[in-house]
């Protein structure tokens, strides 16, 4: 029982760090936000989406998923103690990253014809893509210091680099918003990367190496092992990417510029409230879980806990959005995004199915199941959000991609339990599948609570039921975690 408390402490403890560098850089992608919704508007958001999207995959495809996968080889060889091994990793690895960051570069170049013309429906933006290549160029670069920082589990030097480069994105690029408005969309995005790049690598810096000699066969041969597991997660967050990039262009076409902004919107809220407990969990689960693959006892634990933990911390905030939704959009953004409120709420609800079965998500991916992955995550879960999200626009508009976004995430999370089980032989734990139960129930209560005609009643009603929330949470994390004391403690230094 201590172990399993030091556990979810572990949890706790690489969330909280972790998760106030990325709640910081919500914060500031929020207030990045609110200067597109007031120098911009609704087509302007839609705009530099369809930049963001289009050029996202391009990164993806010519990245070839290295700075997912080589987390695992960092992370195996750093824990191996031989300097020489981790050495050479590191070396093979940026010297992999440099050629995918100018085959990215190229691609965006040579392409930027096509994507100006299927993007836009016109030439116009031909120039503004090529000159976009740079932005890959730079995504690719920082993206790989990035997995090195993670790789060897520096918790600190990362917050660090997404604490600085946000802040100094945005106070570089708010003010060509002010005085540039539209024109300012690509140099932002440019600068953006750039300085993402110059902070990630500073902070890498520091990490203990020794200089060893890396010939092509060294490449060849180390770096295939990257690239096998790297091209099977490049392939499913390629099509990821695309997938996304298609539901963009479809409701601009068949919809509206204005449409396409309503739905960015309400979808980056959504992301930016409870992407940062993703993210988090992420950056330290991963590495763990790769460590113990081979164990299915051991990753059905830990797979278990985090999810356990991943529920609890994400349930209050997801009350919070779908009952303060209104005030979110008004605060965040402006009063023309105001028709995107119920969206936020009814995406409220598809993420908190995405928060169970995210860890259930990541086994086949640690154990490197190439083939298994693929399935799941490229073909399956893509083809799903395609599918859903383009049928409930065609038939019911936003609302209707609403609740089809969170249809999908419900499907998939009875999809992903029957899978591992049977490969894997994982199952949820009572504690899981309880907290999921309680805790679907109230976030199904919060948005009952918002159809309410009595404003001060609904209010009242509302905050009642984040209050459950909070609760029910602390109470469970006190079980597992023993937060009481965590907190006196904290209250008495």
């Known amino acids: 029982m201590t172990d399993q408390k030091g556990s979810y ?22 207030l990045k936000g609110k200067v597109l919704a007031l120098f911009l508007g609704p087509d302007g958001m839609g705009i530099n989406s369809l930049f963001v999207s289009s050029t996202n995959v391009i990164t993806n495809i010519t990245g070839l998923g290295l700075n997912f996968s080589a ?3 960092i992370s195996q060889a750093k824990e191996s103690g031989d300097i020489n091994k981790f050495s050479k990793t590191l070396a093979i690895f ?80 708010a003010p060509l918003f002010y005085f540039f408005r539209m024109d300012a969309i690509v140099p932002s995005l440019v600068i953006g990367a750039l300085i993402t790049f110059g902070v990630s690598k500073y902070y890498s810096r520091g990490i203990e190496t020794i200089d060893v000699k890396v010939t092509k066969g060294d490449i060849v041969k180390e770096g295939r092992d990257m690239l096998k597991l790297g091209v099977a997660m490049m392939v499913a967050t390629s099509i990821g990417a695309l997938v996304h990039y298609l539901v963009n262009t479809y409701i601009s076409y068949s919809g509206s510029l204005s449409d396409q902004g309503l739905y960015q919107a309400a979808m980056s809220i959504t992301n930016q409230s409870i992407g940062l407990v993703f993210s988090a969990m992420a950056i330290d689960f991963y590495p763990k879980l790769a460590a113990v693959c081979n164990d299915n006892n051991k990753v059905s634990q830990m797979v278990n806990q985090q999810g356990e933990v991943m529920m609890l911390i994400s349930a209050p905030i997801l009350s919070i959005l779908v009952v303060f939704a209104a005030l979110a959009i008004r605060v965040l953004l402006s009063a023309e995004f105001m028709p995107s409120v119920d969206m936020v709420r009814v995406f409220a609800l598809g993420m908190f199915f995405k928060s169970a079965s995210y860890s259930v998500g990541a086994i086949s991916f640690a154990k490197g199941e190439k083939k298994v992955f693929f399935i799941l995550e490229g073909l399956y879960t893509n083809l799903s959000i395609l599918i859903f999200l383009v049928a409930g626009y065609a038939y019911g508009g936003l609302m209707g991609l609403a609740w089809a976004f969170t249809a999908m995430h419900f499907v998939y999370l009875l999809v992903i339990l029957v899978v591992t089980k049977k490969l894997y032989t994982y199952k949820p734990s009572l504690v899981f599948i309880k907290i999921f ?32 929330s909070v609760i029910y949470s602390y109470k469970e994390l006190d079980k597992l975690i023993g937060i009481r004391s965590i907190v006196e403690k904290f209250i008495k230094r």
């Open 437 to 468: 139960l309680v805790q679907m129930l109230v976030i199904s209560s919060a948005m009952i609570t918002t159809i309410i005609d009595n404003k001060n009643l609904a209010a009242a009603s509302g905050i009642i039921v984040i209050i459950v």
């Open 94 to 173: 940026k010297k992999l990253v440099l050629f995918t960051a100018l085959f990215g570069l190229i691609s965006t170049l040579l392409f930027s014809p096509l994507l100006s013309h299927f993007t836009f429906g016109s030439n116009k933006y031909i120039l503004s893509f090529a000159i976009l290549g740079l932005m890959v160029f730079f995504t690719a670069l920082s993206s790989g210091y990035a997995s090195i920082i993670q790789g060897v589990r520096n918790i600190k030097n990362y917050g660090k680099q997404i604490v600085v480069s946000s802040v100094v994105s945005l106070l570089v690029t």
């Open 71 to 73: 987390v695992r080889n």
């Open 9 to 30: 402490k572990q949890i706790v403890k690489a969330t909280s760090v972790f998760g106030g560098a990325n709640l910081f850089k919500v914060l500031v992608s929020l």
